[in-house]
């Protein structure tokens, strides 16, 4: 995953008034933490960060002041309307240095005729070089039939990826199509029809 290069600036104020100020001046408030250091308060440029966080893990080198700031974005917190980005959390790595992060599975391939396949879980925990994440791991189930299964252990990693998610975990799990017996809920919708019609009082002549 290659790091995306943003210059931000300290940020000296706090509390929702600056906050609501620094969006409306196209900025994000974030927080810089790790490494035993304390955290940084940072904003940053509102559309190159949003750009920059639309993938998982997102890799940001955050030039403050000359000074380069390595980080993850862990926590990118978004208006659940306007889906706009409020403020992100980010983890301080260093070139090298591994770290554990959730990556999403991508299925590829269509399962046998009459099978059906259901993704249990939809991310698994690996651990990587902080500046090798990979965007995210492709699990294969061309071919597969009822009754199949795929685990953790079977998810091809790229190198230098481990996977720290429990190697028995259900990934995919492939099934027979649940089909819904409609046979019983017409006849019954048939017989109430007909105890409906048995009920009603005949017209007056």
């Keep these: 995953m290659a790091e995306q290069k943003l210059v931000g600036e300290l940020r000296t104020e706090f509390g929702k008034g600056p906050a609501r100020q620094a969006r409306r001046a196209e900025k994000i408030p974030a927080v810089i933490y790790g490494h035993g250091a304390d955290p940084l308060h940072v904003l940053l440029p509102s559309k190159s960060t949003t750009l920059a966080v639309r993938t ?42 591994k770290v554990q992060v959730e990556v999403a599975v991508h299925i590829e391939g269509e399962v046998k005729p009459g099978a059906v396949m259901n993704l249990e879980v939809p991310t698994v925990l690996v651990e990587a070089e902080a500046t090798h994440l990979p965007n995210h791991l492709v699990v294969t189930v061309t071919g597969h039939d009822v009754g199949d299964h795929v685990h953790a252990s079977d998810v091809i990693l790229p190198a230098n990826v481990e996977m720290i998610t429990d190697a028995e975990t259900l990934i995919v799990n492939v099934s027979s199509p649940v089909v819904e017996d409609l046979g019983t809920s017409e006849a019954e919708g048939e017989e109430e029809n007909a105890e409906g019609a048995a009920a009603e009082p005949a017209e007056a002549e």
């Design 56 to 97: 998982a893990n997102a890799l940001l080198s955050i030039d403050i002041d000359g000074e380069e700031h390595l980080a993850l974005a862990k926590d990118v917190q978004r208006d659940p309307v306007r889906q706009i980005v409020e403020h992100i959390d980010l983890l301080t790595v260093q070139r090298g240095e």
